[in-house]
């Protein structure tokens, strides 16, 4: 790939209302699989108080869709989805607790058609965690996995307000 314009173009986003809209679209399905569902909100201080940013909605919903379904299908019952910003950056966060993942299951897990351990007998082709760090990385954001205890695994996405949107290989 050579360096050049995402297709999708930025635009002025209230990512409490796209970051809703995605989650309502998940309750019922965390609701068939049993699993609890909690979405938090938590502007911080200095910040823009509607949470608009200018990014792409598109980019932005791929993101959150993958975390969630990931959490959906193995979070163990229970599944938080946070969404913070301040006056620079958002983030999301993501946590369950389900079986987690070894520290080479993290290290990999980025990487296309990689399947850890606990999503053997489940659908899937493990590209949705490459497919958001790609996504992350055209937007200057970055994606990391920390342990939960006593068992499960957080994923935390954060992006800059605004985005270079280049790829490059």
């Known amino acids: 790939w050579t360096q050049k314009k995402s297709v999708f173009s930025d635009e002025d986003l209230d990512l409490s209302d796209a970051a809703k809209s995605v989650v309502m679209r998940y309750m019922e399905a965390a609701k068939f699989a049993g699993t609890e ?13 509607t949470g608009t940013f200018r990014t792409n909605q598109q980019t932005f919903e791929l993101i959150l869709c993958n975390l969630l379904d990931n959490a959906i299908k193995y979070g163990g019952g229970a599944v938080t989805c ?28 980025k990487q296309a058609r990689y399947r850890g351990d606990a999503s053997h007998g489940t659908d899937g082709l493990g590209l949705g965690l490459s497919v958001c760090e790609r996504a992350l990385h055209g937007l200057g954001g970055e994606m990391a996995f920390e342990d939960v205890q006593p068992r499960g695994l957080r994923v935390k996405v954060t992006c800059p307000a605004s985005s270079p949107h280049t790829f490059t290989k």
Do not use: I, Q
């Open 82 to 109: 946070s969404l913070g910003w301040s006056a620079h950056c958002y983030s999301l966060v993501v946590e369950d607790n389900g079986p987690g993942m070894t520290d080479d299951e993290k290290r990999l897990a």
């Open 37 to 49: 569902f909690t979405f938090k909100e938590s502007p911080r201080s200095g910040s823009s108080e």
